[in-house]
């Protein structure tokens, strides 16, 4: 297995000199039983693997700051009896060596070596309120210091979240991290690819899903990113629909929100396209309508621009639209001040994208006391997705020819020094691009 040494132990060494003193404890995900004797797939807490590289359960990371910085591993025996039933494990010492931690010892260890490496240290930096084990465990430990204070030990007095300094890291992709997501992003666009190409009417929406699921493994993506939402006609007007077991008609539209995981790193793209390969009059009134504000909406991904600008850009043009194909009644204003659009226009225009589909990071720059908080600037090396939307349930006060049609078109963007980078072009999205692939 290829690690990338430096750039894990370089999130390390950021991450401790931004501690400046004491001690961070990360854990990383449990393992979860799907029933006896069977898991589901283990995947990593994103937080711990950011920090490690490492994709082991049963495993701990401890980072010291101060004069003596150091990390160091916690994880699982090496054990052939083990191995033999679950597969390779690395055991401490090859695990040391392989992803550069200055010491490793095994989990079975862990609360008689914590206790000597949280003795004496002024901070705890901990992700409290996580996991209830865990915040029981850390405070277990904890209280087995403050019982020595008469021998002169003592615990930290300070505890402090680790999200929050990790978070702020995690906002910036590294160019390490740029190329795993441009990859992940690839492999999930040519899947939507091939679903216009395989879609056709009286088909399951689960035929359609299973078409990502092969693309997505045999590309070398571990899992798709999230629940894929494969949802033709009116079920695309539920936002997080994921039965996906109704037949496709003909004349309907197809809504397909799919993306990967490739090492950890998300794609997440949305195209929705007519399941028979030509988009109905009203059906293009819509899309043409949404893929308008989402082209307005990426023209304001850039640094002069704070968060909230993109979501600003999709909204003015949808609500103009709104009232232009008579979904929503008076002015411009009058429609964003009453919210009447939200009768179509639901939720936001994007997120932060990362090791989680919904990535770390703040949305607000922090507040002071006396300034409340602002949306924060775009910065370079920021991904976030651009997703806006339009679902049309009937309803006494929209047009007829417009029920049931849900529509939302996103795409993953990298914030740049001069602009924007979209990740997911090769996904087509113009009418006539999904046509073409369709006919094709
Ligand atoms: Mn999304």
């Given at each position: 297995?290829?690690?990338?040494?430096?750039?894990?132990?370089?999130?390390?060494?950021?991450?401790?000199?931004?501690?400046?003193?004491?001690?961070?404890?990360?854990?990383?995900?449990?393992?979860?039983?799907?029933n006896r004797d069977?898991?589901?797939?283990?995947?990593?807490?994103?937080?711990?693997?950011?920090?490690?590289?490492?994709?082991?359960?049963?495993?701990?990371?401890?980072?010291?700051?101060?004069?003596?910085?150091?990390?160091?591993?916690?994880?699982?025996?090496?054990?052939?009896?083990?191995?033999?039933?679950?597969?390779?494990?690395?055991?401490?010492d090859a695990a040391?060596?392989?992803?550069?931690?200055?010491?490793?010892?095994?989990?079975?260890?862990?609360?008689?070596?914590?206790?000597?490496?949280?003795?004496?240290?002024?901070?705890?930096?901990?992700?409290?309120?996580?996991?209830?084990?865990?915040?029981?465990?850390?405070?277990?430990?904890?209280?087995?210091?403050?019982?020595?204070?008469?021998?002169?030990?003592?615990?930290?007095?300070?505890?402090?979240?680790?999200?929050?300094?990790?978070?702020?890291?995690?906002?910036?992709?590294?160019?390490?991290?740029?190329?795993?997501?441009?990859?992940?992003?690839?492999?999930?666009?040519?899947?939507?690819?091939?679903?216009?190409?395989?879609?056709?009417?009286?088909?399951?929406?689960?035929?359609?899903?299973?078409?990502?699921?092969?693309?997505?493994?045999?590309?070398?993506?571990?899992?798709?990113?999230?629940?894929?939402?494969?949802?033709?006609?009116?079920?695309?007007?539920?936002?997080?629909?994921?039965?996906?077991?109704?037949?496709?008609?003909?004349?309907?539209?197809?809504?397909?929100?799919?993306?990967?995981?490739?090492?950890?790193?998300?794609?997440?793209?949305?195209?929705?396209?007519?399941?028979?390969?030509?988009?109905?009059?009203?059906?293009?009134?819509?899309?043409?309508?949404?893929?308008?504000?989402?082209?307005?909406?990426?023209?304001?991904?850039?640094?002069?621009?704070?968060?909230?600008?993109?979501?600003?850009?999709?909204?003015?043009?949808?609500?103009?639209?709104?009232?232009?194909?008579?979904?929503?009644?008076?002015?411009?204003?009058?429609v964003l001040e009453?919210?009447?659009?939200?009768?179509?226009?639901?939720?936001?225009?994007?997120?932060?994208?990362?090791?989680?589909?919904?990535?770390?990071?703040?949305?607000?720059?922090?507040?002071?006391?006396?300034?409340?908080?602002?949306?924060?600037?775009?910065?370079?090396?920021?991904?976030?997705?651009?997703?806006?939307?339009?679902?049309?349930?009937?309803?006494?006060?929209?047009?007829?020819?417009?029920?049931?049609?849900?529509?939302?078109?996103?795409?993953?963007?990298?914030?740049?020094?001069?602009?924007?980078?979209?990740?997911?072009?090769?996904?087509?999205?113009?009418?006539?691009?999904?046509?073409?692939?369709?006919?094709?």
């Open positions: 297995m290829n690690i990338n040494l430096t750039e894990f132990k370089a999130r390390r060494q950021k991450l401790i000199a931004s501690m400046s003193e004491g001690i961070a404890i990360i854990h990383t995900a449990p393992e979860v039983f799907r069977s898991h589901y797939p283990f995947r990593f807490d994103s937080y711990f693997y950011y920090l490690t590289g490492f994709k082991e359960p049963e495993s701990v990371v401890i980072l010291i700051a101060g004069s003596a910085p150091k990390s160091i591993l916690f994880c699982r025996d090496k054990d052939i009896e083990r191995e033999i039933w679950d597969g390779f494990r690395y055991g401490a040391r060596e392989t992803f550069g931690f200055d010491e490793a010892y095994s989990i079975n260890e862990l609360d008689t070596v914590v206790l000597k490496l949280l003795a004496n240290q002024a901070k705890l930096y901990f992700s409290l309120g996580e996991s209830a084990t865990w915040d029981a465990r850390v405070t277990a430990w904890l209280n087995a210091l403050r019982a020595q204070t008469r021998s002169g030990v003592s615990a930290p007095a300070e505890v402090y979240d680790l999200r929050q300094l990790v978070d702020e890291m995690r906002l910036y992709k590294s160019p390490y991290e740029i190329d795993l997501m441009r990859r992940s992003a690839n492999i999930a666009a040519n899947a939507h690819n091939r679903a216009m190409q395989f879609a056709k009417p009286n088909m399951m929406e689960y035929e359609v899903e299973a078409e990502f699921l092969h693309e997505f493994y045999r590309k070398g993506a571990q899992a798709p990113a999230y629940t894929s939402i494969v949802a033709g006609g009116a079920n695309a007007c539920t936002l997080h629909y994921s039965a996906n077991n109704a037949k496709l008609n003909d004349g309907d539209l197809l809504l397909i929100d799919a993306g990967c995981e490739l090492d950890g790193y998300a794609s997440d793209i949305t195209r929705t396209f007519p399941v028979n390969g030509k988009f109905s009059a009203a059906q293009k009134d819509i899309y043409t309508l949404v893929l308008t504000a989402q082209h307005a909406a990426i023209a304001q991904v850039n640094i002069a621009n704070h968060w909230n600008a993109p979501h600003e850009a999709a909204l003015d043009v949808l609500i103009q639209g709104f009232i232009d194909l008579k979904l929503c009644k008076g002015s411009k204003d009058a009453t919210g009447d659009y939200r009768q179509f226009y639901m939720h936001r225009t994007g997120h932060w994208l990362g090791l989680d589909v919904h990535d770390a990071g703040e949305y607000k720059a922090p507040k002071s006391n006396d300034t409340p908080a602002q949306w924060r600037m775009l910065e370079a090396n920021m991904m976030l997705t651009v997703e806006p939307g339009c679902y049309i349930r009937p309803a006494d006060n929209v047009p007829e020819h417009f029920w049931n049609i849900g529509i939302r078109i996103e795409d993953d963007v990298l914030v740049t020094s001069h602009g924007c980078d979209v990740l997911t072009l090769k996904a087509a999205k113009s009418v006539a691009d999904i046509e073409d692939v369709m006919q094709r």
